[in-house]
């Protein structure tokens, strides 16, 4: 859920564990294609977790397909299968090991997306939400789905779920910025270094609607107010626009001190 405050990621005898086992994985795994992971475990991790027989063919089972479905998403994850080993003892080699310390965060990526659940987990890079829209994923009791034709209640559940996730979807191409969103009603897009050419205008579009068009200009304001809440000195924020539902947006101005 906060992939973007990570430079790489080492997993040992573990792996994605959602609600449903593999049944969020399409929604949730995008999260993480700007960082690095590494995944390494025992080729005979297959029971469950109090040695019963796993339905999902255990550590081992999960990991397999989690490489299979991170290989169709082109996500940036090297996995590694240890053959004669079980859920113990598991042991990344020094090359995975230096890989994984050598790694830096991209600042910032030219994709951002983000699937969440709560309003607080909609941040990611330069793209931040503010107010939620539409229903919500509260806990399993609250609510209740009635299973289409040849739909078991476990899947009709997971389909209401991937319906009340949030999302935030960010592009850019040169000069242009495009956010798409879903159950966000506002939300603010952070201006960095690197995102594109100050002395050219910039286009920004929220769901293919055009919010701004003109130049932008880095303010110190900005920047330190942003630096003193988040200490992310790699990526330093110098302006930001304030998408409110409205035809064009509004820079951020900080509160004062």
Known sequence: MHADEFASGLALAGTFNMLGADALW?????????????TVWGADDTVGDAGENSPQGGIAGLNRKLRAACEKLALPCVFVELPGVGHGGVVPSAEVV????????????????????????????????????GPAWEDQQRFTVEPRPRET???????ELRARLGKLTGRIHGQTIEVRRE????????????????????????????VFSGNAAPSLAVCL???????DFERLRWAG?????????????????
Not at 154 to 159: K, N
Not at 199 to 209: E, H, N
Not at 241 to 256: E, I, N, S, V
Request: proline share 7%; aromatic share 14%.
């Open 98 to 133: 230096r890989a994984w310390l050598a790694a830096r965060r991209v600042a910032p990526p030219a994709e951002s997306q983000r699937s969440f659940r709560w309003l607080y987990q909609a941040r990611t890079d330069w793209l931040e939400g503010a107010a939620w829209a």
């Open 241 to 257: 626009l304030q998408f409110h539902g409205r035809k064009k947006a509004t820079w951020y101005a900080p509160p004062p001190r």
């Open 225 to 231: 107010d942003q630096a003193a809440k988040s200490y």
């Open 153 to 159: 209640a476990q899947d009709a559940f997971h389909r």
């Open 26 to 38: 399409e929604e949730f795994l995008p999260n993480v294609r700007g960082l690095p992971l590494w």
């Open 183 to 210: 159950h966000i009603s506002e939300l603010t897009i952070w201006l960095c270094d690197g995102m594109f050419d100050w002395s050219q205008p910039l286009a920004i579009k929220v769901s293919g609607r055009e």
